[in-house]
């Protein structure tokens, strides 16, 4: 049977056998700022309700990706399932790294990080991706989903992150086919610390 899924997991299409948990909708505030709409959230700003965080519906069986206030809620409802290895939290790119380190004793007791891109206005996503695997060294997936877009994942995976879910109106093929678009990244970073004059061998031109 053909694959229909749209995740990728290291360079590859996979099933995604994590179900994904929302909070109900809340009420949306529109911000101005100078006369405009503010289309991105602020860094620390609370954007969700406790009856919101109360009324999330959790899967009863299998592993479940929830959202960090419903982790940070309802860590005890979910301890059994989280010492198995059954739960994954993913952020929103205005919520604070902070708090989601600050939720577990070992970063790395979690399987599954995801950060969610509600609208791509910023490069937050990026900062996320590269402070869990250098200052706190998480070592696990780490998923970005949400809009994310094709000319991203090269960057993206540069910055640590190792799985992307494609949003269901876009193809996973092509997401795919974009993390070979460099061949020889010039810089250092978290997937090839070393600079480009570091790990490539320039012979002489011979005259």
Not at 20 to 41: D, R
Not at 42 to 53: D, F, K, N, P
Not at 133 to 141: G, I, L, S, V
Request: hydrophobic share 45%; glycine share 6%.
């Amino acid at each position: 049977m053909p694959n229909h899924s749209n995740l990728i997991l290291n360079n590859a299409i996979v099933k995604d056998e994590w179900s994904l948990v929302t909070m109900p909708a809340g009420e949306e505030i529109v911000k101005k700022q100078a006369g405009k709409v503010v289309l991105f959230k602020l860094t620390g700003e609370a954007t969700h309700t406790a009856e919101q965080i109360a009324n999330t519906v959790i899967p009863e069986t299998g592993k479940i990706l929830v959202p960090l206030a419903v982790w940070q809620a309802r860590k005890e409802e979910l301890a059994v399932r989280y010492a198995a290895g059954e739960v994954g939290v993913w952020l929103d790119t205005h919520e604070l790294l902070e708090d989601l380190v600050g939720s577990v004793e070992d970063i790395n007791s979690l399987p599954l990080i995801a950060v969610h891109v509600e609208r791509f206005a910023d490069g937050r996503i990026f900062s996320i991706g590269n402070l869990l695997r250098t200052r706190y060294h998480y070592k696990n997936d780490l998923r970005a989903f949400g809009d994310v877009l094709r000319d991203q994942l090269f960057f993206l995976k540069r910055c640590g992150f190792n799985s992307y879910l494609i949003r269901a109106d876009r193809s996973a093929e092509d997401a795919l086919a974009s993390l070979q678009d460099f061949s020889q990244p010039y810089q250092g970073a978290v997937d090839e610390q070393l600079p480009v004059w570091r790990r490539v061998s320039r012979q002489p031109v011979s005259q």
